[in-house]
């Protein structure tokens, strides 16, 4: 079964509906997603509780990164809005759900965003997106499509006229800090509405079709059909041709080819970490290869 497509995805379905049409397959979850989710739950609790009761639901290994930061920095709001749009009638819902959990109509698109401030004088609404670590904080404009669908659902649910979308990036060293802002009225509202309703077609054709027309580039980081998708399985494939063919025999040598290729991967990111050393590495496809703060490997947008 394929992927549902939610708001945090739409520009990887802009970019490549392929995504939302091929199977989906599972992963646990990394350790930088792990994080990421500590500092959510720390920033909704921050809404409602003390800066020291709200310390006490992150886990230990993030404690301290959630402790550093400067709680008058975050902005006071509605936390997990969970939404759904039509993209025919354009019109938005709340919905009552946890977990992330959606049941909506074949026509919505569902979607939670971090957090709704409402509009306070002359200052309009805000939707805001949190994102953690350097490689999210360094390509903001790959969200806008999120934050512009979020602010549609926003503006159609609460009947705004206008509204601001902003990605608040949390960094390595605990600092809150604005890394892009949009402001959204009557107009390019409508735009955003005939953009998703375009993606949301182009996602129904392509699972409709007999053959997917995959394109890669920076939108399969975190593709929920990676395993799936054929590029990526023609890489594998040339190293571990036999493993398709699923006899014992045939899984025994795809093993010691697999645990070759673990060796290799892990040699390549040895002497990727020793030559990004003070500098980027480019990768060919408008992307480069940069050590985050914490010596981590990390892949960004060139320039």
């Keep these: 079964m394929s992927a549902t497509l939610t708001a945090s995805g739409i520009a990887r379905a802009h970019a490549c509906p392929a995504a939302y049409a091929l199977p989906s397959v599972q992963t646990p979850p990394s350790e930088h997603a792990s994080a990421g989710s500590a500092m959510h739950a720390f920033l909704d609790a921050l809404q409602t509780r003390t800066r020291d009761d709200a310390l006490t639901t992150v886990p230990e290994e993030h404690r301290a990164w959630c402790a550093a930061i400067d709680p008058t920095r975050i902005p006071r709001g509605q936390p997990e809005i969970a939404l759904a749009y039509d993209v025919f009638s354009g019109r938005?819902?709340?919905?009552?759900?946890?977990?992330?959990?959606?049941?909506?109509?074949?026509?919505?698109?569902?979607?939670?965003?971090?957090?709704?401030?409402?509009?306070?004088?002359?200052?309009?609404?805000?939707?805001?997106?949190?994102?953690?670590?350097?490689?999210?904080?360094?390509?903001?404009?790959?969200?806008?499509?999120?934050?512009?669908?979020?602010?549609?659902m926003l503006a159609r649910a609460e009947g705004l006229d206008e509204i601001r979308a902003e990605v608040v990036s949390i960094g390595d060293d605990s600092s809150v800090r604005v890394v892009a802002s949009w402001d959204y009225d009557l107009d390019t509202l409508a735009e955003t509405a005939v953009s998703v309703r375009k993606t949301w077609a182009r996602v129904q054709q392509a699972r409709s079709a007999s053959s997917v027309d995959v394109r890669e580039g920076e939108h399969c980081r975190y593709c929920p059909a990676w395993n799936a998708c054929p590029a990526k399985l023609a890489a594998v494939r040339a190293v571990l041709d036999d493993v398709s063919t699923l006899t014992p025999d045939a899984i025994g040598r795809a093993y010691v080819r697999a645990m070759d290729l673990e060796r290799w991967a892990e040699a390549v990111r040895v002497a990727a970490r020793d030559a990004a050393q003070g500098r980027s590495l480019p990768t060919g496809d408008g992307r480069v290869v940069v050590l985050d703060s914490r010596g981590r490997l990390q892949l960004k947008k060139a320039g």
């Excluded at 977990?99 to 979607?111: D, F, M």
């Excluded at 997106?129 to 806008?144: L, N, Y």
């Design 92 to 152: 938005a819902r709340r919905l009552d759900v946890r977990a992330r959990e959606y049941a909506v109509l074949e026509t919505e698109i569902a979607g939670t965003c971090d957090l709704y401030v409402s509009a306070i004088g002359t200052d309009p609404a805000r939707v805001i997106d949190w994102k953690t670590g350097t490689w999210s904080a360094a390509t903001p404009e790959s969200h806008r499509p999120q934050l512009a669908l979020y602010a549609l």
